[in-house]
């Protein structure tokens, strides 16, 4: 399996503008920039689609691991809070933040943070990521 994107990008670093598109078109010549990355402004950035891969790509394996323990969550609702900080004359992301908020029947807080904690590790982007990765879970 191959998925795709790809970024176009015109003038400087600072003061150019990019556009990003995805090959499902879920993204499609949506503006980040300089002023998108560290300035808040509308648009997005890379830390904030690692970001939304991580959060998704867990929630999917938490919802399998689930299923392989014959249970069936009402709604997982995951943050991730992916960190970019200085590094030499560059940066680096150094960590992922994984806050997850669920309802699941049947399970108590223990056997859930074990379930977890076990579908973090399978998820593929959390292999991928060179940073450290925590997790939070809290059961409703």
Not at 19 to 28: C, I, K, N, P, Y
Not at 114 to 120: F, L, V
């Amino acid at each position: 399996m191959i998925r795709k994107a790809q970024a176009v990008w015109r003038g400087s670093g600072r003061d150019g503008e990019g556009v990003l598109s995805t090959g499902s078109r879920a993204l499609h010549d949506t503006p980040y920039s300089f002023r998108t990355r560290f300035e808040a402004q509308p648009g997005t950035n890379p830390e904030e689609l690692i970001a939304a891969a991580h959060a998704g790509c867990f929630t999917m394996a938490l919802a399998f691991a689930l299923q392989a323990a014959d249970l069936t969550p009402t709604e997982l609702n995951t943050e991730a809070a992916v960190s970019l900080e200085r590094d030499g004359e560059g940066f680096t992301i150094t960590r992922s933040a994984l806050s997850v908020r669920a309802s699941v029947p049947g399970i108590d807080g223990e056997h859930f943070e074990r379930i977890a904690r076990e579908a973090e590790k399978s998820c593929p982007v959390s292999k991928a990521l060179n940073a450290e990765i925590t997790l939070s879970v809290s059961l409703v």
